[in-house]
């Protein structure tokens, strides 16, 4: 059975799960399925309502891409096209893609862009 900590809310980052997590009082080994409902409350008030300040760039270089995104396999890589939303292309940034940086993110929206682009001007 998965616990709350681990099975995260997948649009999420696992880092700022864990910690919206351990703010509502969640204790790390709790289960989905034993979670009580001031907790759960709690956890969706964090999730709605937590203001993070931003007060400057990491020093880790984390920045460079945003983590995240439309799940691949939602995707045709063929034509970029949405396998939920017909008719919907997807590229770069909009897909759950993230290299480390030194042109990979760069190649990643080019190259979807591109096939995106040949797809929508076949239709
Ligand atoms: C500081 C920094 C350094 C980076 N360095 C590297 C690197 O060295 N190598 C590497 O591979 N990657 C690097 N990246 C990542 C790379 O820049 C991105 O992955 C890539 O640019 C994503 O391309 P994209 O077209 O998907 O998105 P973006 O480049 O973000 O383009 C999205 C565009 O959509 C526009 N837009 C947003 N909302 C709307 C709207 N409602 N209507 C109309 N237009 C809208 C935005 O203004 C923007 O022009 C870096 C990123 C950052 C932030």
Do not use: Y
Not at 6 to 35: H, K, S
Not at 52 to 68: A, H, I, Q, R, Y
């Amino acid at each position: 059975m998965q616990t709350v900590l681990r099975a995260r809310w997948n649009p999420l980052p696992a880092r700022l799960w864990e910690q919206l997590v351990l703010q509502a009082g969640i204790a790390p080994d709790t289960q989905w399925t034993r979670l009580a409902k001031p907790e759960a409350l709690k956890l969706v008030s964090l999730l709605t309502a937590t203001e993070l300040p931003v007060d400057g760039k990491s020093m880790n270089k984390e920045e460079f891409v945003t983590c995240g995104g439309i799940p691949l396999p939602e995707v045709d890589f063929k034509t970029m096209e949405s396998r939920i939303v017909p008719g919907i292309h997807l590229a770069g940034e909009a897909l759950d893609i993230d290299g480390i940086t030194g042109g990979f993110n760069f190649q990643a929206a080019w190259t979807t862009g591109w096939l995106a682009g040949q797809a929508m001007a076949r239709l």
